[in-house]
């Protein structure tokens, strides 16, 4: 079977990456010349472990190509995946106008049976939006080529992405026609062989199945996030809580961990377009507008306990931070909580210095060069006034504190995301504040 995947950014390679692994012949499009001709000569735009060594393995095999010109991408093609951004509007609603230009490209240049797939996160109702906008090309063509539309949302965790795709917990697909679900069944074989199974559904289903994943996850976050801030409060410890209502396997241990505010390009924007879909239907979600709330609390968190720390006064003082992206194993900013305290940062007149294992070059595109950047972490705590910790990338996890404290001008930890032991850490004679607990 052949498949043309049209968007070669995180879900796209991923995607075309996964099915060319198990023996599928790929061709993945962007419009993004420079980004195509990388990919041809080997240069894998993202960081995602695992990625550059498939793409190259498969590239090789002659299983996997990269092109702009999607005409010849959809030459023996039978399915075409779209898997464009949908990034928000400026109301909040996932703007579709990259997924319409697919779908009309793809109505352009079909010339036999297509099943066009959205894999991109798309509102109720898009499916039907790229039947039109298809339709309309051949109809201009004056051609009558069958074809149907499908709704495969993705669910991959960036920095798991690899992982993710190819033992899924379940395959979501949305469609309205046999064809569709043999093609489906047979594409998605072999990463089923496991037992994670591919449900199928209505395809409005389907929509609303991956914003509704998001949006329930967002929510486990603003909510521990909520319960850590008032434990700090009430004199509880958010980890122990964390633990004991985790073990109820009615909650489970998964998605309830205390930080620094929800980040990433999706759960941001989806649970924004899901809001703004509700209200296009004269529906008020209460809930999902509260963990939008909160969460946008959540990300100052710590910025204000450095301040208050320093007694509102951080003008000359330097902070020293360790982790940029907006979660470990990626170099992704997009709406990273390192964005929203930096900037607070920088705004009370402190001085910012920042080691990443691999967003350095990333932040640059956001802080240019307001901040410092550094290849060793050591680095930036040397007259640094304290350490901030933004991401958990594990090699943050058992430094050397003896470095640390002498380093640093003041021995102060400020953990973002509750990694050190507040015991242990206070035996080494440090002051610490991390998140849900009382220090
Ligand atoms: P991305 O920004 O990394 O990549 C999108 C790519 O599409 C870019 O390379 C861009 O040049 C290309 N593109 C835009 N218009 C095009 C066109 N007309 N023809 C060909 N290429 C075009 O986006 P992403 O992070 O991969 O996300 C894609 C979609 O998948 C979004 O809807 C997102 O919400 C969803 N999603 C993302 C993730 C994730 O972890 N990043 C996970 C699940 C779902
Ligand atoms: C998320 C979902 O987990 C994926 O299933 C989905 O496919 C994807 O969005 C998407 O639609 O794009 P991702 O954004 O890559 O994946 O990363 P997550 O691991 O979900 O983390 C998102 C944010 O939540 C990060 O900022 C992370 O630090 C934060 N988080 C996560 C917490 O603060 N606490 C937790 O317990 C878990």
């Not at 499916?127 to 149907?148: C, G, H, P, T, W």
């Not at 058992?398 to 404290?405: G, Q, V």
Request: charge should be negative.
């Amino acid at each position: 079977m052949k498949v043309t995947i049209v968007g070669s950014g995180y879900v796209g390679l991923v995607t075309g990456a996964c099915f060319s692994e198990v023996g599928i012949d790929v061709t993945c499009v962007d419009i993004d010349q420079k980004k195509i001709e990388n990919l041809n000569n080997g240069i894998i735009p993202i960081y995602e472990p695992g990625l550059e060594e498939m793409i190259t393995r498969n590239m090789k095999k002659g299983r996997l190509s990269f092109t702009t010109n999607i005409a010849e991408a959809l030459e023996d093609s039978e399915v075409l995946f779209i898997s464009v951004g949908t990034p928000p509007d400026e109301d909040g609603s996932a703007d579709l106008k990259y997924v319409l230009a697919v779908a009309r490209d793809c109505g352009k240049h079909m010339n036999d049976y297509m099943l066009v797939v959205t894999k991109s996160t798309v509102p109720v109702g898009t499916s039907k939006k790229v039947k039109k906008a298809l339709q309309e090309e051949l109809d201009k063509r004056n051609v009558d080529i069958e074809f149907d539309v499908a709704s495969n949302p993705e669910f991959l965790k960036e920095g798991a992405a690899i992982n993710d795709f190819l033992k899924p917990d379940r395959i979501v697909v949305g469609l309205d026609s046999q064809r569709a679900e043999d093609l489906m069944t047979s594409l998605y074989n072999p990463f089923t062989l496991n037992g994670h199974p591919v449900i199928f559904m209505d395809i409005v289903s389907a929509e609303m199945t991956k914003y509704a994943a998001n949006a329930m996850l967002a929510t486990k976050i603003s909510f521990i996030n909520d319960i850590a801030n008032l434990c700090e409060i009430v004199g509880a410890d958010i980890n122990k809580v964390r633990k004991g209502i985790g073990s109820d396997s009615r909650i489970g241990p998964k998605f309830i961990y205390p930080g620094i505010g929800y980040g990433g390009s999706c759960f941001p924007k989806d649970v924004q377009a899901l809001i703004r879909t509700a209200s296009e239907n004269n529906y008020d979600l209460q809930v999902l507008k509260a963990v939008e709330a909160v969460n946008k609390y959540q990300k100052l968190v710590l910025f204000n306990k450095i301040n208050t720390y320093f007694k509102g006064d951080l003008k000359g003082k330097t902070i020293g931070i360790w982790g940029l992206s907006f979660k470990p194993q990626t170099d992704d900013m997009r709406e990273a909580p390192s964005l929203y305290i930096i900037d607070s940062l920088l705004k009370a007149g402190a001085h910012v210095k920042a080691y990443d294992p691999v967003a350095n070059n990333e932040a640059k595109h956001h802080f240019g060069d307001t901040i410092t950047y550094y290849d060793e972490q050591y680095e930036v705590l040397i007259d640094s006034d304290c350490l901030a910790i933004l991401t958990e990338w594990p090699e943050f996890k058992f430094p050397s504190f003896k470095i640390i404290k002498k380093l640093l001008t003041e021995p102060v930890i400020f953990d973002g995301r509750n990694i050190y032991d507040r015991e242990q850490i206070k035996r080494n004679g440090f002051e610490y504040f991390c998140i849900g607990v009382n220090t």
